[in-house]
């Protein structure tokens, strides 16, 4: 058994390393999507309403509640798979959590770019509703996830990727990660 952990700014490659590890048949768990599911449950537009969903989960729940909403889908994967990614991580509380139940088959990974390069990957997936002219938003969105403690769980991760090259390398780096 070995869980794979990601935790990084919006736009540093979090995504690219989940579609690495889904081309390697490797069940990937996205804690946004529990954040994205909590958002239709109150009748909202996740594009819209994401972060303040994600902030009111960790108020009303405690700061562990979206890593907690993910550790049975986490485990119905292991269920069947050696190798299973969480995709996402915002918080060293978060990391705790996975530590605490997976212990030395979790592995976090820490994928870190710059922040001019992450606001031209977010205008160019087009899936935010990111200030493409400005990333006055994805400043925003930096503070309230380092709010969460997202400096803190990038500072606990075994492993570091720089990913400021190319696609390619970026994905050949993803992909001697998963298969170790």
């Keep these: ?73 986490l485990e119905a994967a292991l269920a069947d798979h050696e190798t299973v990614l969480v995709d996402g991580i915002r918080s060293d509380v978060e990391v705790e959590t996975f530590q605490q139940r997976f212990d030395e088959a979790f592995t976090l990974v820490s994928i870190e770019a710059p922040f001019e390069l992450r606001v031209e990957r977010i205008t160019e997936r087009g899936r935010d509703n990111t200030d493409t002219d400005s990333g006055e938003q994805l400043r925003d969105r930096d503070e309230r996830e380092r709010g969460f403690g997202l400096d803190d769980a990038m500072a606990q991760a075994d492993v570091t990727i720089d990913n400021t090259g190319t696609l390619a390398a970026f994905r050949a780096r993803a992909e001697e990660i998963l298969e170790q």
């Excluded at 239709?40 to 994401?50: I, M, S, V």
């Excluded at 108020?59 to 890593?67: F, I, K, L, R």
């Design 1 to 73: 058994m070995r869980v794979i952990g990601t935790v990084g700014l919006a736009g540093s490659g979090k995504g690219e390393f989940a579609a690495v590890a889904e081309r390697l048949d490797i069940p990937v768990v996205t804690m946004g999507d529990v954040i994205r599911a909590e958002c239709r449950d109150r009748g909202l537009d996740p594009a819209d309403h994401h972060g303040e969903i994600a902030q009111a989960l960790r108020e009303e729940n405690g700061p562990a509640a979206v890593a907690e909403r993910s550790l049975p889908l």
